[in-house]
């Protein structure tokens, strides 16, 4: 079965400090890995997408790295943000019987900023 | 429409009630999804639509879930006879993609639905 786990699962973290969020993923036949964001009562917003050949990739003050031999991840968070108290999902996709791509959702790190 | 946009986004219902909940993606968008996000867990896929097919619904938990896209673009997704453990956050999300991969996915805000 496809699974994704994510760790840690909360996070606490000072104003303006770094932190890094791992993502472990059984998947298969891989297409790609996301990062996405979802603040509390919203939907999931994309941050990154990166696919097989893909080993990192930045989007403002988040980097994601992926290792497609080891079947990790990881998002990192520079100089943190009160804004960027949210829940992180990782997300891999793989292409279905269907035709489509199946997304297979991480169940988030929770991460909380403080001033 | 500038977003995809989810109603109700609360919705309360007695056990054994039917629901529907609507969706209207991106203008011009192909795509479409529907997940189910239990409280504290990730979204899970439930069906997808290219155009007006459903192409895929093995992830319809029972026959009492039922959606449909009948002109390509607004979507229903109804539930019938609902029960507690229906109670989740449905979360619709759109993509412009054409070929049947996922694309960039754009979600909702979700209808959060209370089963009591």
New interface residues.
Partial sequence: KNQVEQSPQSLIILEGKNCTLQCNYTVSPFSNLRWYKQDTGRGPVSLTIMTFSENTKSNGRYTATLDADTKQSSLHITASQLSDSASYICVVSAYSNFGNEKLTFGTGTRLTIIP | GAG?SQSPRYKVAKRGQDVALRCDPISGHV?LFW?QQAL??????LT?F?NEAQ??K?GLPSDRFFAERPEGSVSTLKIQRTQQEDSAVY?C?SSSSTS???G???????SRLTVL
């Fill in positions: 995809v795509s997940y504290g867990q990730g979204p899970e896929f997808y290219q192409l895929d093995s979360l999300a049947g991969t996922t960039e996915l754009f979600f909702g805000e979700g």
